[in-house]
């Protein structure tokens, strides 16, 4: 069945390949590099698949920020809002309706889900996304619904997804499933070292430095500061403050990262949005 999407992913070349395989067989693992579309973009080309008609695709993601994330983003190339076609569940909030074909799933609430109900009445597939993270619940998750599909439920697909998975030993467990795989696309990586002035402040080195990567090439900068204590310290919140060039413009946003883990979730992502900040930049035309 032909894909149609808007914007071309590297994970393209090979939806239908995987396609043919999960009309041929239950379970199939897919490798594909970061990026490739993995998340956002296999749960929809399955959709329309024969064995998916009237059903519903379960993805498991391991963290809620991230059924999230992509649950919306799914939604929005279709064109929707979350709880239309694509929904997630998750501890502390779902969007779900009876329209929704393609649910995001939290590991947790999906061993759950597969304990109340071990059949998977109107669940076509379940999709283990970013597998290679390993978990209790994901292992647990896998075992449960591979049971359900040896015992209950022959016609249940089971699709191991990962970045960086050993492809071959999952297939293993899934009784020799096919491995398909995507190269995706690489790009060329420079590395360029600029020093460290020992007698002036990291974070005024960081803002001189981000703006001459801003001056040299075009596209958005992420940027890394070592600790929290660092990130307390004035940062380029403005074109001014950061020395960047007239023709563009400097905002920071908040991502969510591992180095203030050990504190609570609220005050974890306040550290984090001081600590890390992210210049973004109008597209280059
Ligand atoms: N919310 C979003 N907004 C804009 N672009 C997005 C969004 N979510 C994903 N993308 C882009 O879509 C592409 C595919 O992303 P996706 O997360 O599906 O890849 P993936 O194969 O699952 O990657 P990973 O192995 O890192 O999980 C990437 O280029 C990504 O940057
Ligand atoms: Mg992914």
Not at 270 to 278: E, G
């Amino acid at each position: 069945m032909p894909h149609q999407f808007d914007s071309p992913l590297p994970i393209d070349a090979v939806l239908d390949e995987l396609d043919r395989t999960l009309d041929r067989h239950n379970a199939a693992v897919l490798v594909a590099p970061p990026g490739a579309g993995k998340t956002t973009r296999v749960p929809l080309a399955l959709l329309d698949a024969p064995w998916a008609k009237g059903k519903k695709i379960i993805v498991l993601e391991p963290r809620r920020i991230a059924a999230r994330a992509s649950a919306e983003r799914m939604a929005k190339t279709l064109r929707e809002r979350p709880g239309e076609t694509v929904g997630y569940r998750v501890r502390f909030g779902s969007k779900v309706s009876r329209a929704t074909r393609i649910e995001v799933v939290t590991e947790g609430i999906f061993s759950r889900q597969i304990l109340d109900d071990p059949e998977l009445n109107g669940v076509a597939a379940v999709l283990f996304d970013e597998f290679h993270e390993r978990s209790l619940d994901a292992d647990l998750g896998l075992a449960l619904a591979r049971d359900a599909q040896i015992g209950l439920r022959e016609d249940l697909r089971i699709l191991v997804m990962s970045a960086t998975l050993d492809g071959a030993r999952v297939a293993k467990l899934l009784g020799d499933a096919p491995v398909v795989e995507s190269e995706g696309r690489a790009f060329p990586v420079e590395t360029r070292y600029v020093g460290r002035k020992v007698d002036a402040p990291v974070e005024r080195q960081m803002a001189e430095t981000i703006a001459t990567a801003l001056r040299a090439d075009a596209g958005s900068v992420l940027a890394f500061l070592p600790g929290a204590a660092r990130s307390a310290a004035p940062r380029p919140s403005s074109p001014s403050a950061c020395t960047m060039p007239r023709s563009r413009s400097c905002r920071c946003s908040v991502r969510s990262t591992p180095p203030c883990r050990t504190a609570p979730s609220r005050r974890r992502r306040r550290a984090f949005a001081r600590w890390c900040w992210r210049p973004r930049l109008p597209r280059p035309r």
